[in-house]
């Protein structure tokens, strides 16, 4: 879940800060206290100057639309406490909880699936590395995304004792939802205005809260069963000594 740093103009934002408000140029006399751009920010602390007026600022004087979404450098971010349970290989899957986020002055918070360039996300049943060919493709006949679902495949193999590699489609479900178990709506990271590193879909978190809950399945060739990936695995003639599972999934923070 680490993440790496991305840049904008000021980070943050609020609308409980006080808005614009049109008025005549502070004439030099008022020094430090100077509010040139009228957005309630004295203009030794603002950072973004010449604010449209009517917006709401941060407390460093920028609004909305004067910001460009940034990646979140930490994990946990927001003072927010983050649980997990389960196994993305395993019946019931993987749920992780965020909660008690602590938006600040945030007009926006954003979550985006598999955004780590540097850990391609796949399933593989034939040894310990995910291939550039084993990544996750978006599924559009059964994703719905305005319902928080988002369904990706990939086309894998396992390893079997006797040497054979058989394929195997691979397929990831995610559903999101908020504190209330309400869906999140998901979208392309063009949707959202992220400037995302690899991830080509998330979710705006509008609440202190989100569960995101995922399962990896496989299916063999010919066959119309979907099985969670260990199981699947524990259930195939396997070398003993040398079969092995690797599967990759995560999300990364953006905000302004």
Same mark, same amino acid.
């Given at each position: 879940? #680490? ?18 408000? =049109? ?14 751009? @009228? !957005? ?7 950072? &973004? ?14 609004? !909305? ?32 909880? $965020? #909660? ?7 007009? @926006?918070?954003?979550?985006?699936? &598999?955004? !780590? ?39 894998? @193999? ?8 058989? #394929?195997?489609?691979?397929?990831? /479900? ?13 979208? /392309? ?8 590193? =690899?991830? =080509? *879909? ?7 809260? %989100? ?8 299916? =063999?060739?010919?066959?119309? /069963?979907?099985?969670? $990936?260990?199981? $699947? $695995? ?14 990759? %999934?995560?999300?990364?923070? *953006?905000?302004?």
């Amino acid at each position: 879940m #680490a993440v790496l740093g991305a840049t904008g103009c000021a980070k943050g934002g609020g609308a409980n800060a006080p808005p614009d408000s =049109a008025g005549p140029t502070a004439d030099a006399s008022c020094g430090q206290l100077c509010d040139s751009d @009228h !957005d309630g920010v004295p203009d030794p602390m603002d950072q &973004c100057p010449d604010t449209p007026p009517g917006q709401p600022v941060n407390k460093v004087g920028c609004a !909305d639309s004067q910001l460009t979404p940034v990646l979140e450098t930490m994990f946990p971010p927001y003072g927010l406490a983050w649980t997990t349970s389960g196994d993305p290989g395993r019946a019931g899957g993987l749920k992780w909880t $965020y #909660a008690g986020i602590d938006r600040g002055d945030l007009f @926006h918070i954003w979550w985006i699936v &598999c955004d !780590d360039p540097a850990t391609p996300c796949g399933v593989t049943l034939d040894g310990t590395t995910i291939a550039a060919g084993e990544g996750w493709q978006f599924d559009a006949t059964d994703s719905d995304l305005a319902s928080g679902t988002l369904i990706e495949t990939n086309a894998t @193999h396992i390893l079997l004792a006797d040497g054979t590699m058989p #394929a195997l489609t691979g397929r990831l /479900t995610m559903t999101i939802t908020d504190a209330n178990d309400a869906a999140i709506p998901v979208a /392309t990271v063009a949707t959202l205005g992220v400037p995302a590193r =690899a991830g =080509a *879909y998330g979710a705006e978190i509008t609440g202190t809260a %989100f569960d995101v809950t995922a399962i990896i399945e496989v299916q =063999a060739s010919g066959s119309t /069963t979907w099985t969670p $990936y260990l199981d $699947y $695995y524990d259930a195939q003639p396997t070398p003993t000594g040398g079969g092995s599972t690797a599967v990759s %999934f995560g999300g990364s923070f *953006y905000d302004k």
